[in-house]
């Protein structure tokens, strides 16, 4: 049974940063696309930003371009989500997904499994 696990999240200040791990138990982790979207109260959840299982392909929203960086790491079946310059509206639940298809996307329905999410708080 395929689990994906994030850890990190926390309360943090404007202009902090925090590191997000999610840890896959996939067998096969090297040949799945991986992606963090986060969903703020009473909000659509959004892509954030995605890695492809080349490591050739990343995407990022617009609103955390130049912040926040993707990275896997096949060895340790684990992609990471790097956030600097933390903003108040980058509060929300962060989750971790994964999709066997080539490529990044970042439509929802792309992605086969996700893990329970990790809050991160951002107080201005």
């Known amino acids: 049974q395929v689990q994906l696990v994030e850890s990190g999240g926390g309360l943090v200040q404007a202009g902090g940063s925090l590191r997000l791990s999610c840890a896959a138990s996939?067998?096969?982790?090297?040949?799945?696309?991986m992606a963090w979207f986060r969903q703020a109260p009473g909000k659509e959840r959004e892509i954030v930003a995605a890695?492809?299982?080349?490591?050739?392909?990343?995407y990022y929203a617009a609103s955390v371009k130049d912040r926040f960086t993707i990275s896997r790491d096949n060895a340790k079946n684990t992609v990471y989500l790097q956030m600097n310059s933390l903003k108040p509206d980058d509060t929300a639940v962060y989750y971790c997904?994964?999709?066997?298809?080539?490529?990044?996307?970042?439509?929802?329905?792309?992605?086969?499994?996700w893990g329970q999410g990790t809050q991160v708080t951002v107080s201005s």
């Open positions: 997904a994964a999709g066997s298809f080539y490529g990044t996307s970042g439509r929802k329905d792309s992605y086969d499994y």
């Open positions: 996939i067998r096969t982790f090297s040949t799945y696309a």
């Open positions: 890695i492809s299982r080349g490591l050739i392909n990343t």
